[in-house]
């Protein structure tokens, strides 16, 4: 029987000051054009944590608002509040800065990060309230070190400065003297993905109503890379993350695949799951501060806020059968090789329509295409457009020229089986994974039959290959009671043929007496 989607979690964590700090087009600028104009505007730009709660798409990824929903609200969204937006959705929740900040602290094993003490004093409180931090969690938060030590490793020492309110309340020091691996901006980088992705892995175990011993296998697929200078990318975030969530049982490994690693990651899940070596994996990612503020120039321009003020995580957790949930087909499965080129027309038919060729079903036999979900608030003004949209009218053009589309229902077809993009741009978050929450439920509500899960990615930027990448799986209504049924009438056809073919040989032995 196939794997199926137990359950799935998804979490922001708003961090204004990590933008201007961490933000790879903030700190470039720094070095680059330290006096800019762009860095004087950006702290103006910066949304309060009521104004990152309020927005129409953070409130659609945390599980608050459907994307039906979110189609509905006039755009531009950036300039319309969401009433009666709460911080906890039904997936997960938008995390504070000062908050976070804490549970940065709680993943870091080694003792480089250090909190200063009124800072702890001020804000320890509120992050142990938080119903999905548990007590061993909390514990791990010391008392809090001077500003003037923290002040210290800062300046004398490469340490990286943790921020709230543009005001120094930490660090994150160095984890090696002279190890690049192990500096401070590159521990910095990892710690924050790392305690993103346990936030996430609390909220898919609380969603999927396991235990936290059930989890057998973790699979990190986010953009980060942990190692030292004999091994840059060895690994292991999936494992350390499972260590603080409280995940005893799990072992874990790591993939990695740029945008496409999300999607990698379900389809190897759900295979373990599937061929009997696990009976529950957990597939997450935290996120990634480099990206935070990328596309800040072009939204300043324009007199926008700045959008890209949030990491994102997710978890999806797939077990064996129980004949309820959302199944993963691993019949239908899309993949880009190495031979298929970069023609979009070849990319998108190795992703949608080989798979689909094999078991006889046509483009508009899928309900719903979740591609790379990027909202359109931050990609629109940096020039790159309406990504979702732009792969919907490609999927429905070669629709049209397979002769399974109307070349008239072009427009309806971009509506009826789309979705509007509301993922922030973390890279890897974006690509097909933030609707599986949403199809899974819509699924199993009777409301779609079916969804594709679609992940691309750019493999090109590693230098190593000019080869683009993607693969896709397509989820449906659960089979497994199909299944038994058909089993059970093979099985009683075989016992039937079995007696007769027994009761004819005792004939014939008789007869031969």
């Known amino acids: 029987m196939n794997s199926v989607i137990k359950g799935a979690s998804y979490v922001l964590v708003h961090t204004p000051d990590m933008v201007l700090y961490n933000g790879t087009t903030q700190t470039t600028e720094k070095i680059v054009n330290p006096e800019s104009e762009y860095l004087k505007e950006v702290p103006n730009h910066l949304r309060s944590y009521e104004e990152a709660v309020s927005y129409w798409p953070n409130q659609t990824y945390i599980g608050n608002v459907h994307p039906d929903e979110l189609t509905g609200v006039e755009f531009p969204w950036y300039d319309k509040k969401k ?26 094993m080694f003792e480089v990060v250090k909190l200063e003490k009124g800072f702890v004093s001020e804000y320890k409180e509120a992050f142990a309230k938080n ?11 010391t008392e809090g070190a001077e500003l003037s030590e923290i002040e210290e490793f800062v300046n004398n020492d490469h340490a990286e400065g943790l921020y709230f ?26 710690l924050m993905s790392k305690a993103s992705s346990v936030l996430a892995l609390l909220y898919a175990v609380r969603n999927a109503g396991i235990e936290k011993s059930d989890v057998e296998y973790v699979i990190d697929c986010a953009e980060e890379a942990c190692g030292d200078m004999n091994q840059r990318g060895g690994g292991n975030f999936a494992k350390a993350a499972a260590e603080v969530a409280g995940l005893v049982s799990a072992s874990g490994s790591d993939v990695r695949g740029f945008c496409a690693a999300p999607v990698h990651a379900v389809i190897e899940a759900a295979a373990l799951v599937k061929s009997g070596a696990y009976k529950t994996v957990v597939v997450t990612a935290g996120g990634c501060t480099a990206k935070l ?36 087909d691993l019949n239908l499965l899309g993949r880009h090789s190495v031979g298929t080129g970069s023609a ?20 508009t036999d899928i309900d719903k295409f979740a591609p790379e979900l990027q909202n359109p608030d931050i990609t629109k003004p940096a020039g790159a457009g309406d990504v979702p949209l732009a792969n919907y009218k490609m999927i429905g053009a070669l629709a049209v020229k397979r002769g399974e589309l109307d070349r008239k229902a072009l427009a309806d077809f971009t509506a009826s089986h789309g979705l509007t993009g509301w993922a922030p741009t973390q890279g ?86």
Do not use: W
């Not at 911080?87 to 993943?107: D, H, N, S, T, W």
């Not at 119903?131 to 938060?141: G, H, L, R, T």
């Not at 797939?318 to 199944?327: C, H, K, R």
């Open 344 to 363: 979009p027309q070849a990319v998108i038919g190795s992703l949608v329509t080989e798979s689909l060729d094999r078991v006889g079903m046509k483009i």
């Open 293 to 328: 503020g990328m596309n800040g120039k072009d939204h300043i321009k324009k007199g926008l806020p700045i959008l890209e003020d949030c990491l994102g995580g997710f978890a999806v957790v797939i077990s064996e059968n129980d004949g309820v949930s959302a199944e993963i």
């Open 165 to 190: 309110q543009n005001k120094l309340v930490g660090c994150v020091k160095p984890a090696h003297d002279i190890d690049v691996n192990l500096s401070s901006h590159v521990m910095h980088e990892n």
């Open 428 to 513: 890897h978050i974006p690509s097909g994974v933030p609707y599986i929450g949403f199809a899974s439920e819509d699924i199993k509500e009777g409301r779609i039959n079916n969804a594709m899960i679609i992940g691309k990615g750019s493999l090109f930027l590693g230098r190593m290959t000019n080869l683009f990448d993607g693969v896709s799986f397509v989820m449906h209504g659960n089979t497994a009671a199909q299944e038994s049924a058909a089993d059970a009438g093979v099985s009683e056809d075989e016992v039937k043929k079995m007696i007769a073919n027994a009761m004819k040989d005792f004939a014939a032995s008789l007869l031969a007496e």
């Open 83 to 108: 009433e009666d937006a709460g911080r906890y959705g039904k997936f997960g929740e938008i995390m504070p800065e000062e908050e976070f900040l804490f549970l940065v602290q709680a993943c870091d």
């Open 131 to 141: 119903p999905i931090i548990s007590e061993d969690i909390v514990e791990k938060i």
